[in-house]
């Protein structure tokens, strides 16, 4: 399978419902992320305990994608994800935009780079990251 194929399906996970979400993950996987709030570094156990937490918080933890772009074995994605908090359970709300590069080795997601900030609910922004 290609790597945008892998990616693709990964991003239409529902990362709070999903149960095999982990398996998209190379055991030796790096995730750098970039934040308004500073830099995070992950493994593949910090992976999965920050996936723990969203299955705490959240009833729906969805991806849109926007683009979705490949050279040889990275793939490029801008998306926003959408929750449903279980505080609020009638609501869907956009929570991030993100943009993301995987690195993929062995059909897995082994090195992530992504950069994020929150989202806000202005119909410009939001309508930005559609297609």
């Not at 290609?2 to 030796?28: C, G, Q, T, W």
């Not at 918080?57 to 801008?78: C, D, Q």
Request: proline share 4%.
């Amino acid at each position: 399978m290609s790597p945008k194929k892998i990616v693709k399906r990964f991003y239409n996970l529902d990362l709070a419902k999903d149960e095999d979400v982990m398996s998209f993950f190379h055991k030796n996987c790096k995730l750098h992320w970039n934040t308004s709030k500073g830099f995070t570094a992950l493994d593949y156990q910090g992976i999965e305990a920050m996936l723990i937490g969203i299955k705490k918080s959240y009833i729906s933890f969805k991806y849109k994608l926007s683009h979705l772009l490949e050279e040889g074995n990275s793939v490029t994605a801008r998306y926003t994800i959408y929750v449903t908090p279980i505080e609020n359970p009638d609501e869907e709300q956009p929570l991030a935009h993100f943009i993301s590069i995987w690195e993929l080795k062995k059909e897995k997601l082994y090195r992530g780079y992504e950069i994020s900030q929150l989202a806000d609910e202005d119909p410009v922004n939001i309508k930005s990251f559609t297609k």
